[in-house]
């Protein structure tokens, strides 16, 4: 069937959608509400789907277009459930299922009839993870439940007014919900309240006499102090005294109208540093490897079972900066001194990486030179992996990857994949032609054809389809939680394949001859001196589509998108 997506903005599900739906043979085309309905009716006209599928929307669907054709929404809540905070009143209320509906547009919001339902469980983590992951899955199943019986025709969806669907309206989830009272609160009633806005909106509240929105939320087992009080910083993120323990706090974002120059989500350490008077927070390094039993924040951490080593790492967003990858870097350095065969590189869930840190680019002194450090940062850290013949290295991808991170995870020598993971391997949205050696690594995988139509199509990229492309080399269809636990068995198998010592010493002689046949340097030297050029020129598209993406203007999103047909399979 031809389908067209209609978005508020092409985010992780819409892109996930987007690629699985096309994996199905449908033709898909995408445009975005966010510039509002008229652009909406001309793709309708241009397109004149057969369906239309609207993954998330922040706005109504116009009234012409749902009463024309037929427009499935996907609601990320139960059957019956209505509002715009879904998810986060699950997460306020504890809920241990939610699940996904998929149901036809009306005039009222959320009331139409269902076509499809899918439940889900809810993990203790924030709500974006949770968006990303077991929301996603459960929307991929409905979704292509209901867009399977709409094509076979004959199916009658539930109508909401069935005596077997309990509706209930839920409010918009508003900060008063959410404020934090830190003299009454305990640990776990903070810890549910800063991850259910951990992405949006964040949780308003006042430091240092400033308000800020605080970004995501982590528990501490040792750290204490008068409740509210600030204890000390690690790793970008500061620690935060409560009733009866301590959170960490990874990121901030300060209040549009405070004045301050950078309003969006940064490191909260350095959010901090901008507004501090008197002395820095104390800082409190952990160990690479934690001890059994602690409970603590770090964005980096190593563990060992047998042979195998496991570099795990988790930024939000999936943004590096220039001090997360040097720290990565140096992690990943100790990490090769291990007595490992086998060492993976990956979180346990959610984002695997999206390449350099745009928001703290944005908010730099100098963006082009911050944008400069921070690439040369990413390409000694991914040059590093390259580098490595002494041990296999795998790119384990519980979640997304994007532009250098999907290049980071190419430069393993294998890449697992769960299921539900999409890759976006090119840079052309944000203006850039890129770094991170994918001028080897992408075309040594995919052919140079190929590796040309990923970075100039600029489309996602299922799991799956990047299996079938040569991006990946084994799918992981397991649960988001349980994707850690089957890395983990997978590569105490690989450790102990008899012929380990062989696939070595091919792959030392492999990485030798292509030194000799052109040097990473080369490469590197050579992609450097594109980027620098766009990097360094005011006038660059790049800068300009930064800037959009990071302070959430229109001019972020494309418009409108419809990506052009063609066969990545």
């Not at 959610?350 to 040369?376: M, R, Y």
């Amino acid at each position: 069937m031809d389908i067209l997506l209609v978005a508020s903005a092409f985010n992780s599900l819409s892109q996930r959608l987007y690629a699985e739906l096309s994996d199905h043979g449908h033709q898909v085309d995408v445009v975005l509400a966010a510039h509002g309905p008229d652009p909406v009716r001309a793709a309708v006209r241009q397109v004149r789907p057969d369906l239309i599928v609207a993954p998330m929307l922040r706005t109504a669907l116009p009234e012409d277009v749902w009463r024309e054709h037929t427009c499935l929404i996907v609601h990320p809540g139960p059957p019956g459930d209505r509002g715009p905070s879904s998810l986060d009143w699950a997460i306020s209320g504890r809920a241990e299922q939610w699940g996904v509906t998929v149901l036809q547009a009306e005039a009222a919001m959320d009331a139409g009839a269902i076509w499809a339902a899918e439940p889900f469980p809810v993990p203790p983590v924030g709500k974006s993870d949770l968006y990303r992951n077991e929301t996603s899955d459960a929307a991929v199943t409905a979704v292509l439940t209901a867009v399977r019986r709409y094509a076979e025709g004959g199916h009658k969806p539930l109508a909401q007014t069935d005596e077997s669907v309990t509706v209930v309206w839920r409010d918009l989830f508003r900060q008063d919900r959410r404020r934090i009272d830190w003299e009454r609160d305990d640990t776990e009633t903070v810890l549910r309240k800063l991850r259910g806005a951990d992405s949006q909106p964040g949780v308003l509240d006042e430091l240092l006499g400033r308000e800020v929105f605080l970004h995501g939320g982590h528990p501490e087992d040792r750290l204490r102090g008068r409740p509210g009080a600030l204890l000390a910083q690690r790793a970008g993120g500061v620690c935060r005294a409560t009733r009866d323990g301590a959170v960490w706090i990874p990121e901030l974002r300060p209040r549009r109208n405070s004045g301050d120059p950078a309003p969006f989500r940064r490191p909260a350490a350095s959010v901090l540093a901008s507004y501090q008077c008197g002395p820095a927070l104390p800082a409190d390094p952990v160990p690479l490897e934690l001890p059994p039993g602690r409970r603590t924040w770090t964005d980096i951490r190593y563990r060992q079972h047998g042979d195998a080593g496991f570099l795990t790492f988790s930024f939000p967003g999936g943004a590096m900066s220039t001090d997360q990858c040097r720290r990565l870097l140096a992690a990943y350095t100790e990490a090769l001194r291990r007595p490992t065969r086998v060492l993976v590189l990956g979180g346990t869930r959610d984002f695997f990486s999206n390449g350099i840190h745009l928001n703290v680019v944005e908010a730099a002194p100098d963006p082009a030179q911050e944008s400069w450090t921070n690439l040369n940062a990413m390409d000694d850290l991914v040059e590093a992996v390259l580098r490595t013949t002494d041990r296999l290295v795998v790119a384990a991808l519980a979640g997304n990857a994007a532009a250098g991170g999907a290049m980071l995870a190419l430069a393993a020598d294998q890449v697992w994949c769960r299921t539900g993971v999409v890759l976006n391997p090119h840079y052309r949205r944000m203006g850039l032609y890129g770094s991170e050696f994918w001028t080897y690594t992408l075309p040594r995988r995919v052919g140079a054809e190929r590796a040309r139509r990923l970075t100039t199509e600029a489309l996602p990229v299922s799991a799956a389809n990047a299996q079938r492309l040569g991006l990946v080399d084994r799918l992981v269809p397991a649960a988001p939680q349980d994707f850690a636990a089957e890395v983990q068995r997978l590569a105490a198998e690989l450790a102990a394949t008899p012929d380990l010592d062989r696939r070595l010493a091919e792959k030392a002689a492999a990485r030798a001859a292509d030194e000799r046949a052109r040097p990473l340097a080369r490469y590197r030297e050579d992609e450097l001196a594109r980027m620098r050029a766009i990097f360094f020129d005011p006038e660059a598209p790049y800068h300009a589509l930064r800037s959009a993406f990071v302070r959430k203007t229109p001019g972020g999103s494309p418009r409108p998108l419809a990506p052009a047909p063609g066969d990545l399979r």
